[in-house]
């Protein structure tokens, strides 16, 4: 039994710079026909020279691969005269609150200070990409944050939000409220709650911002990526670390999926006879809501066990060393 995929896209992916983005960009760029690259470097991206530079990077390390990385920048207070002239170089622009993640030291201190931004980009039609957590308990951070994009959707009704990466039931009925509001999801939050990380032994390869929540949600972020909610896309948020960084005393957040993402999504769509919805959910869906047309791509997987690598380079993906039952035919 084969599947085929068009065209398959990962709207939220972490590439990193140097010999990381030389391991990892090949292994999304051969099944993926493009992504949205997020822009949190060790420098943020958040200039026009540096956004040639890393924009340059990242199609050399995809090469000969076709994949279109649709590149983001880090918010910052930026005038109307510099997003107009940048616009065209970038899909959206990335907001962390500050200290919120991985390397968003420079990210929002006030989001009512942000609003000249904000009504730039919503008359550029930019759109705003959000990482949607207070600094507040953890498993409470995301539906905290809901009312900060409720303000948002109601003072830029025009302005394209997207919540990324959500993880809450509370975030997929949010979805419903606002027009201007959609939602990329990642493959472990369909996965994996709570008590996969830390209800037996601490697991860090399974660690990452915003931590996985209840079993509830779990299940209603899986109700929606299953019947391809026409306002959810999959986001991988593939976020590679070296291993010393994660099997540590202070482990790194970060979850790497990238190489075996459209494989678990194939496991899990067939095993609830979704696999009809597998396209809208991993593309269709993406190129609506961004109002793209993905670089034409057929993927082929076909239904054949699959040992997951323990390591690419020294980075430990999702589910290594275990067997997948799909396999990716090499073009
Ligand atoms: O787990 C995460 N890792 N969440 C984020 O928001 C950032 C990411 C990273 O860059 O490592
Ligand atoms: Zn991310």
């Not at 009312?147 to 949010?174: C, G, Q």
């Not at 939602?183 to 709570?194: D, K, R, S």
């Not at 970060?254 to 593309?283: C, H, M, N, R, W």
Request: hydrophobic residues 40%.
């Amino acid at each position: 039994m084969t599947f085929k995929l068009t065209s398959p896209l990962d709207m939220h992916l972490h590439l990193r710079e140097g010999e990381m983005l030389k391991t990892v960009a090949p292994l999304s760029a051969r099944t993926f026909a493009g992504g949205v690259i997020m822009p949190n470097l060790v420098l943020p991206v958040d200039n026009e020279n540096r956004l040639r530079e890393y924009e340059t990077a990242v199609r050399q390390a995809c090469s000969p691969h076709q994949f279109e990385p649709y590149m983001t920048l880090f918010f910052k207070n930026y005038s109307a005269k510099f997003l107009e002239k940048i616009r065209d170089r970038i899909i959206g622009i990335k907001l962390y609150p500050a200290g919120i993640t991985t390397h968003s030291e420079g990210g929002v201190d006030s989001l009512q200070q942000a609003q000249p931004t904000f009504a730039a980009m919503q008359e550029l039609q930019i759109p705003l990409l959000v990482h949607g957590e207070t600094d507040g308990f953890v498993l409470d951070r995301e539906r905290d944050f809901l009312s900060n994009y409720a303000w948002l959707a109601k003072s830029f009704p025009r302005l394209k939000i997207i919540m990324e990466h959500i993880t809450t039931a509370a975030a997929v009925d949010f979805l419903q409220l606002y027009e201007n509001i959609y939602a990329t999801v990642t493959v472990h939050h369909l996965l994996i709650t709570l008590d996969d990380v830390a209800g037996g032994m601490l697991r860090p390869h399974l660690f990452c911002k915003p931590i996985a929540k209840r079993p509830q949600d779990r299940e209603a972020l899986l109700d929606a990526a299953l019947q391809a909610h026409p306002k959810l896309m999959l986001g991988s948020d593939s976020a590679p670390h070296p291993v010393h960084r994660k099997e540590s005393s202070c482990c790194a957040a970060g979850i790497f999926t990238a190489p075996i993402a459209l494989q678990l999504l194939l496991v899990l769509f067939e095993k609830y006879g979704k696999l009809d919805y597998l396209q809208d959910f991993v593309s269709d869906n993406a190129q609506w809501i961004y109002d793209i047309t993905a670089p034409k791509k057929e993927v082929r997987f076909e239904k054949k066990n699959f040992s997951v690598p323990e390591k690419y380079g020294d980075i430990v993906p999702m589910f290594a060393g275990e067997e997948l039952a799909w396999h990716l035919v090499e073009p």
